[in-house]
């Protein structure tokens, strides 16, 4: 009788209900989570991938930067070399486009895994599993899952960064391997595009202001390592190149077209249809508005989830709000400061964003009363599904435009070595760039943001290599080439009436 007593007693079933969770429930929250990054990946192969879209034009500069068989493109001012490093394994040993994008979409997979295992003792696994779905299925996060291209892998790197951050910051705990994380994480960060290493910098280093004693000290200095270690290469280049940090930075700033107080909203907007991967300038007509409502409705399920979301016990200061504030710090410059847009660019925003607007969706249900919480569940999982099934619409228009546009460049290509242009040769003139890639030529300008050759440097290297200059309808060709033989180009999907002038033999 006293056993059963001990067991039906209320001191005994609330040690029970708080009791540490079986050994196996762990394991099966860990594999729920890597079954979603598993599906990440499947999609991105069976979606982006598998419909063989060819390399478009920011991509084909940097795989060309360690490919083994393809000359180097001009590598700009505001460029970062963390993208080239990342697809250097590959790059190094094939030419295949098909092998990079499932490499890249295997190692995304794998990277978005990382930061959910982080994130899982911070939040709970329903929290970071719903926010894994809200951020995943967003059709910009599909389509650049296995693009050489730089803002996903920032997005999940500040993930990693941020979590290891509260990890290292929580009271009461060995933070070693936290804080090797985060000094890594900015590391990458940076080599990744150091600004937006900087902007995320900026709330966690305030963050850490907030905590007591030696901590606050570490924390700042790891950060500061991190981003010295994965800048340290940019400022090499910046004195061998450029003439010093501040030339890079004025150069950088002229080719981005100058910041400063530009509200991008608007232009931001009319990109979410995936009609224009690229605004610039953003003169483009908001079309499909319903794609959008997801947009109007983030802000909303930030502040819901921040204030929703419960004290946890070991958190560090200010945990509750760090996600969103760090979200918002790596939108700001992409909102304010540029006059031009892009869905990518919002990225990292989107992928810390996910988090408290989970905390939403995951704890609105049980903050209504008993009666309605079947129809507020209800409600978002419809919502959910929708949400889903409007971005899986968008993301097969995006794989379209994007296969169909890229696609342009191989049959120019194809057309430049029916015309004689092979290695080694040079392509100049609009769309040099990825063309030259695809010809597996040099490609270089004589006026522009691209600069990297004079007309006399072109013609000296007529002399001994095939020479093509593109000029688009209605286009002259520069004076340098004025008497060179021209044939058009076959008519292209979204580049009618091109010609090329090719060197006399």
Not at 193 to 214: E, I, K, N, S, T
Not at 432 to 442: I, M, N, S
Request: net charge positive.
């Amino acid at each position: 009788m006293a056993t059963t007593h001990e067991v039906t007693s209320p001191a005994a079933r609330h040690r029970a209900r708080h009791a540490a969770p079986p050994r196996s429930r762990p394991h099966s929250e860990v594999l729920l989570l890597a079954a979603l990054a598993a599906l990440f990946t499947v999609i991105q192969l069976l979606l982006v991938v598998a419909p063989g879209m060819d390399l478009g034009w920011d991509e084909s500069v940097y795989v060309s930067q360690v490919s083994r068989d393809i000359p180097a493109a001009f590598f700009s001012a505001p460029r970062s070399r963390g993208v080239s490093a990342l697809v250097a394994p590959v790059a190094l040993l094939t030419a295949s486009t098909l092998a990079l994008r499932v490499y890249l979409a295997v190692l995304s997979g794998a990277a978005l895994f990382l930061a959910l295992w982080l994130w899982r003792p911070l939040l709970g696994t329903r929290v970071v599993a719903a926010a894994a779905v809200l951020f995943t299925s967003l059709w910009v996060t599909l389509l650049y899952g296995p693009q050489a291209m730089p803002n996903l892998w920032v997005a999940l790197v500040a993930l990693i960064a941020v979590g290891c951050f509260l990890h290292a910051a929580a009271p009461g705990r060995t933070a070693r391997g936290a804080l090797t994380g985060l000094g890594l994480a900015f590391a990458a960060l940076t080599l990744l595009r150091p600004h937006d290493a900087a902007w995320l910098a900026l709330p966690l280093g305030v963050a850490a202001l907030f905590l007591r004693g030696r901590r606050r000290l570490l924390l700042l200095a790891v950060i500061a390592a991190g981003v010295v270690l994965g800048g340290a290469q940019w400022v090499v280049e910046a004195f061998t190149s450029y003439g010093g940090v501040l030339a890079r930075m004025d150069r950088a700033n002229a080719i981005e077209g100058g910041l400063g107080w530009h509200l991008a909203f608007a232009d931001q907007l009319s990109t979410l249809d995936a009609s224009h991967t690229l605004c610039r300038p953003c003169d483009a007509v908001w079309r499909h508005k319903g794609d959008a409502v997801w947009w109007f409705a983030l802000p909303v399920l930030v502040a819901a989830g921040v204030a929703l979301a419960p004290r946890r016990a070991g958190q560090a200061p200010g945990a509750r709000f760090l996600p969103a504030a760090c979200g918002l710090s790596l939108a700001l410059p992409y909102l304010v400061l540029i006059d031009y847009a892009a869905p990518r660019f919002l990225l990292p925003a989107y992928a810390l964003l996910a988090l408290p607007a989970a905390e939403c969706l995951v704890r609105l249900p049980a903050r209504v009363r008993p009666a309605l919480r079947p129809a507020v569940t209800g409600a978002v999982i419809a919502i959910v599904l929708a949400q889903l099934v409007t971005q899986q619409i968008v993301l097969h228009r995006a794989v379209r435009i994007s296969t169909i546009g890229n696609e342009d460049y191989v049959r120019i290509a194809a057309e430049l070595h029916r015309l004689g242009v092979r290695p080694p040769c040079l392509v100049t003139g609009p769309m040099a760039t990825p063309v030259g890639y695809q010809a597996r030529c040099a490609s270089g300008q004589t006026a522009g943001h691209n600069e990297n050759l004079t007309p006399d440097g072109v013609l000296r290297l007529a002399r001994s290599r095939p020479v093509a200059v593109l000029t688009p309808r209605g286009g002259r060709p520069p004076a340098y080439a004025s008497d060179w033989p021209s044939r058009p180009l076959p008519n292209l999907s979204y580049h009618q009436g091109y010609r090329v002038h090719l060197s006399p033999r």
